[in-house]
């Protein structure tokens, strides 16, 4: 077999530009600017390819992209500084666009953990009740799921508008979406306006099965239209970040 990664271009732009102070400007302090871009191309053109003793025949890939990277930061002194940038560096994957966006969305569930577990402990300290092994399964599940749906959501603003200004987006959808539920009151005590909002926002059923254990005891009655509501909103939003990572990339 033959395979081989070319790298077709590897620009190094070194912007240096030191705006120190004039009267006390050196070469090891100052401000500092750059950017790097290159392409990696990956080429497969064998007439066959042995795998585990078989062989398959007429094999051909040939794909190529671009990553770049920009970069600013503060030398302090010959060995010290702070440095700051942003890297594409994954849209250079040779892994599939999906493998990609499930990385980023498995990360944010994982992480998502840490919070829900120290709000659990505090919980339980000042008095709640044990939800029981299942409910708190249930809590878990729904805390990491409703974090990857806020992960999709994330991605696809920030992929959309490749800006840091998109970022107060990212949170009031999250929040908008969270604030009109029943997560603060239930719904009899909501304002009729809330109240109809909540009804057909299908967060308020994540909130609905995610607490049922807290509240009283587990059934499939308060759990199955948490987990549809769930698949709904990724498959939704999964499919616009994967569109617009897609789209990025091409």
């Not at 240096?16 to 790097?36: C, E, F, K, V």
């Given at each position: 077999?033959?395979?081989?990664?070319?790298?077709?271009?590897?620009?190094?732009?070194?912007?240096?530009?030191?705006?120190?102070?004039?009267?006390?400007?050196?070469?090891?302090?100052?401000?500092?600017?750059?950017?790097?871009?290159?392409?990696?191309?990956?080429?497969?053109?064998?007439?066959?390819?042995?795998?585990?003793?078989?062989?398959?025949?007429?094999?051909?890939?040939?794909e190529s992209d671009t990553a770049w990277k920009i970069f600013a930061g503060y030398r302090f002194g010959k060995y010290v500084a702070i440095e700051g940038g942003w890297t594409d560096r994954l849209l250079a994957s040779p892994a599939p666009r999906w493998v990609l966006l499930a990385g980023t969305v498995l990360a944010a569930s994982?992480?998502?953990?840490?919070?829900?577990?120290?709000?659990?402990?505090?919980?339980?300290?000042?008095?709640?009740?044990?939800?029981?092994?299942?409910?708190?399964?249930?809590?878990?599940?729904?805390?990491?799921?409703?974090?990857?749906?806020?992960?999709?959501?994330?991605?696809?603003?920030?992929?959309?508008?490749?800006?840091?200004?998109?970022?107060?987006?990212?949170?009031?959808?999250?929040?908008?979406?969270?604030?009109?539920?029943?997560?603060?009151?239930?719904?009899?005590?909501?304002?009729?306006?809330?109240?109809?909002?909540?009804?057909?926002?299908?967060?308020?059923?994540?909130?609905?099965?995610?607490?049922?254990?807290?509240?009283?005891?587990?059934?499939?009655?308060?759990?199955?239209?948490?987990?549809?509501?769930?698949?709904?909103?990724?498959?939704?939003?999964?499919?616009?970040?994967?569109?617009?990572?897609?789209?990025?990339?091409?």
């Open positions: 077999m033959k395979s081989f990664v070319r790298i077709a271009a590897g620009m190094a732009l070194a912007l240096t530009a030191m705006l120190a102070n004039a009267q006390t400007q050196t070469p090891d302090t100052g401000w500092y600017i750059g950017g790097s871009i290159g392409q990696s191309q990956l080429k497969f053109d064998d007439g066959s390819l042995q795998v585990a003793g078989a062989t398959s025949q007429s094999i051909s890939k040939d994982a992480r998502a953990l840490i919070p829900a577990t120290f709000v659990f402990v505090i919980a339980l300290l000042l008095g709640a009740g044990w939800p029981g092994i299942g409910g708190l399964l249930v809590a878990y599940f729904m805390v990491a799921a409703m974090a990857a749906v806020a992960a999709c959501w994330g991605s696809a603003l920030a992929l959309r508008f490749k800006s840091q200004s998109a970022a107060p987006l990212m949170q009031a959808g999250t929040m908008a979406l969270v604030l009109t539920t029943t997560a603060y009151a239930p719904l009899a005590l909501l304002q009729p306006w809330m109240k109809s909002v909540a009804e057909v926002n299908p967060v308020t059923e994540v909130i609905e099965a995610a607490r049922q254990g807290f509240v009283g005891s587990v059934t499939l009655a308060n759990t199955w239209p948490g987990v549809v509501a769930l698949l709904g909103l990724l498959t939704v939003l999964g499919a616009w970040a994967l569109r617009e990572m897609r789209r990025t990339a091409a």
